[in-house]
């Protein structure tokens, strides 16, 4: 897939997330349940971008012709549900999510999977999440337009990808 195709189909898939609403529940004492339902909205894949990093500005200067984009894209209320365990959970949330373009102009999309990242602190609940992201992830991409299902289901710490 064109390197502008795919970061197209995964910002609209991904959308950005809007403080707006966070910030209304915070100022009116509203609760998590509140928060909860803003994120529905907000998130109609599971999951927002909370930045974006167009590092092809960054090192043109230096020469580099490969395009590339990072994102961190996770959910505050999934999150939540690692925080709770242990905060050294945020280490990992969100996700950072690479792409790039290939010597064509395709795009390649990386990332380290999720399961693997959680499942390094040791705690079996926290684990299961990343296992669900990994789930979510597989299902945004696959809105994007991208099977990653294969890719996710090796054994690899990381997960790169030619979107097709």
Do not use: Q
């Amino acid at each position: 897939m064109p390197y502008d195709e795919f970061v197209a189909a995964f910002e609209k898939a991904a959308p950005a997330y809007d403080p707006g609403p966070m910030e209304l529940i915070a100022e009116t004492g509203g609760s998590w349940d509140d928060v909860r339902a803003a994120m529905a909205v907000n998130a109609p894949h599971d999951l927002i971008r909370y930045g974006r990093i167009n590092a092809t500005d960054l090192l043109a200067v230096a020469g580099h012709p490969t395009r590339s984009i990072e994102y961190l894209t996770g959910n505050h209320v999934i999150a939540e549900t690692m925080f709770r365990h242990d905060p050294r959970a945020l280490l990992y949330a969100p996700l950072r999510m690479l792409v790039h373009s290939d010597d064509d102009g395709n795009a390649v999309f990386t990332m380290h999977r999720p399961s693997d990242e959680f499942a390094s602190l040791g705690i079996p609940e926290v684990t299961k999440v990343g296992e669900d992201l990994d789930r979510l992830v597989v299902e945004l991409l696959r809105v994007c337009g991208v099977d990653a299902s294969e890719a996710f289901a090796t054994n690899a710490e990381h997960t790169r990808l030619h979107p097709a």
